[in-house]
């Protein structure tokens, strides 16, 4: 469990490099978009290869696979809509407005986003025995763009950096937590209960990518998206081809 808590955190760990990068920089809004692009490539990869595929490998079969795959993605889409009446609709959009940054939605929305991912790295490690790096990195690169949306439109709105960061230190730490869960509670689980949860989080994964990250990537990049997409998964593919 203190193993997928570790692999937890560093995963989380760039919500608060978000915060390292407004502090210092203002972060133009092409390349921020590529880097979303690449992440989204990362992730699309991670669902394929280190959540489906593994679902339906753990199963043996398709249909707990199939039945978290659509669960998964259903549920992101409810919890997304509550966030939105929230405030926090454009979590991942670097030109969001000062207004719409309030803490308790930014606590949900990245919980919302980051606790599947988390989750997934310590049944993970659970289930092979190791890490899945292709899925960790996908982790790392999408918490950035969320992070530095989200800590350049607090700082706008008047909340000091002292207060960002320890939001986004929490929000980590919990990140670390439910991966430590997903390790220690999951341990003996059937093989269609870890099925449903690997395409559960494959699912929820999935329609963030397509309702909000990959269309912020675009609006904010323009074509050169399409290229950094396809790296992020050709690069996160030969990760777990080697592995």
Same mark, same amino acid.
């Given at each position: 469990?203190?193993?997928?808590?570790?692999?937890?955190?560093?995963?989380?760990?760039?919500?608060?490099?978000?915060?390292?990068?407004?502090?210092?920089?203002?972060?133009?809004?092409?390349?921020?978009?590529?880097?979303?692009?690449?992440?989204?490539?990362?992730?699309?990869?991670?669902?394929?290869?280190?959540?489906?595929?593994?679902?339906?490998?753990?199963?043996?079969?398709?249909?707990?696979? $199939?039945? %978290?795959?659509?669960? #998964?993605? /259903?549920?992101?889409?409810?919890?997304?809509? *509550? =966030?939105? +009446?929230?405030?926090?609709?454009?979590?991942?959009?670097?030109?969001?407005?000062?207004?719409?940054?309030?803490?308790?939605?930014?606590?949900?929305?990245?919980?919302?986003?980051?606790?599947?991912?988390?989750?997934?790295?310590?049944?993970?490690?659970?289930?092979?025995?190791?890490?899945?790096?292709?899925?960790?990195?996908?982790?790392?690169?999408?918490?950035?763009?969320?992070?530095?949306?989200?800590?350049?439109?607090?700082? $706008?709105? %008047?909340?000091?950096? #002292?207060? /960002?960061?320890?939001?986004?230190?929490?929000? *980590? =730490?919990? +990140?670390?937590?439910?991966?430590?869960?997903?390790?220690?509670?999951?341990?003996?689980?059937?093989?269609?209960?870890?099925?449903?949860?690997?395409?559960?989080?494959?699912?929820?994964?999935?329609?963030?990518?397509?309702?909000?990250?990959?269309?912020?990537?675009?609006?904010?990049?323009?074509?050169?998206?399409?290229?950094?997409?396809?790296?992020?998964?050709?690069?996160?593919?030969?990760?777990?081809?080697?592995?």
């Amino acid at each position: 469990m203190g193993d997928a808590f570790l692999w937890g955190l560093l995963g989380a760990s760039s919500l608060v490099l978000g915060v390292v990068v407004v502090s210092f920089w203002t972060m133009p809004a092409r390349p921020l978009g590529l880097v979303m692009g690449f992440g989204s490539g990362v992730l699309l990869s991670a669902v394929s290869f280190e959540l489906v595929e593994e679902a339906v490998e753990t199963e043996q079969g398709a249909r707990a696979t $199939a039945l %978290g795959f659509f669960a #998964g993605a /259903i549920v992101f889409t409810l919890g997304d809509a *509550a =966030v939105s +009446s929230l405030g926090y609709r454009n979590r991942k959009d670097i030109d969001a407005a000062p207004h719409d940054a309030s803490g308790p939605a930014i606590v949900l929305g990245a919980l919302l986003d980051g606790v599947p991912e988390s989750a997934v790295l310590g049944l993970t490690l659970l289930e092979t025995g190791g890490i899945g790096v292709a899925m960790l990195v996908a982790v790392f690169v999408s918490n950035l763009p969320e992070s530095v949306a989200a800590s350049s439109s607090l700082r $706008a709105s %008047g909340w000091t950096l #002292g207060r /960002i960061y320890l939001l986004w230190s929490t929000i *980590a =730490v919990l +990140s670390a937590v439910a991966a430590g869960l997903g390790y220690a509670f999951l341990d003996g689980a059937s093989p269609e209960t870890l099925a449903f949860i690997f395409a559960f989080a494959g699912g929820a994964i999935l329609t963030m990518l397509s309702t909000s990250m990959m269309p912020e990537a675009y609006e904010h990049a323009g074509r050169g998206v399409g290229l950094a997409t396809t790296l992020g998964f050709f690069i996160a593919y030969l990760i777990h081809w080697a592995q």
